[in-house]
C-alpha cells in the first residue's frame, strides 16, 4: 500500500555535506521525496518533536543536538513507506545497524546517527503535520 513516512536528515549529516548521499540510499531504496525543506529548528519545535522521549536521561542532549545546525525535513512516499524507511535507515545505534543501511554507511553514535523515521503511520501522520501544510508536499 502507498504510504507516507516523516524523515529528518540531522545535524551530523549536514555539517558533513552528506544530505545528497543521505537521499541516494533512499531514493535508490525506491521511496520518493515528495516534499523537502532545510530549516534550522527552535528549541520549541524540537521539544515537541522528541516530547515522547522527554523524561529520558539524553533529552536535553537530544534537543541540543537537533538545533546546533541546521536539518533537513522530508515526506517521502511509497510502498510501506514507513517500515520500508526504518529499514533502509538501520538500527539506533550505528554499532548494531546492518550493512548499507544509512546509519551503518554514516552515523557517527548512537546520539548523532543521522536520520529520524516515523515509528508508525500514526506518529508519521502528526510528524508530517508538524512541519508541513497539505501544500507544501508536490508529489
Ligand atoms: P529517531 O526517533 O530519531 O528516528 P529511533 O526511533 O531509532 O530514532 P528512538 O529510541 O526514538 O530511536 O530515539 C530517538 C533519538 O534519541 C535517537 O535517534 C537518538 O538520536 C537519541 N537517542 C536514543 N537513545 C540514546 C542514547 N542512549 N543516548 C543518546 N541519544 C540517544
Ligand atoms: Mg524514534
Do not use: C, W
Amino acid at each position: 500500500m502507498t504510504e507516507r513516512t516523516f524523515s529528518i536528515i540531522k545535524p551530523d549529516a549536514t555539517k558533513r555535506n552528506l544530505t545528497g548521499k543521505v537521499n541516494a540510499v533512499i531514493e535508490d531504496a525506491g521511496l520518493r521525496i515528495v516534499a523537502q525543506k532545510r530549516i534550522r529548528m527552535s528549541r520549541a519545535q524540537a521539544e515537541k518533536f522528541y516530547d515522547v522521549h522527554a523524561a529520558r536521561p539524553f533529552f536535553g542532549e537530544l534537543v541540543d543536538f537537533m538545533m546546533s545546525a541546521p536539518v533537513v525535513v522530508q515526506v517521502l512516499e511509497g510502498p510501506n513507506a514507513v517500515a520500508k524507511y526504518r529499514e533502509v535507515m538501520g538500527a539506533t545505534n550505528p554499532a548494531d545497524a546492518a550493512p548499507g543501511t544509512i546509519r551503518k554507511l554514516f552515523a557517527e553514535s548512537v546520539g548523532e546517527n543521522s536520520v529520524h523515521g516515523s515509528d508508525s503511520q500514526e506518529n508519521a501522520k502528526l510528524e508530517i503535520a508538524q512541519f508541513f501544510t497539505d501544500d507544501e508536499i508536490v508529489g
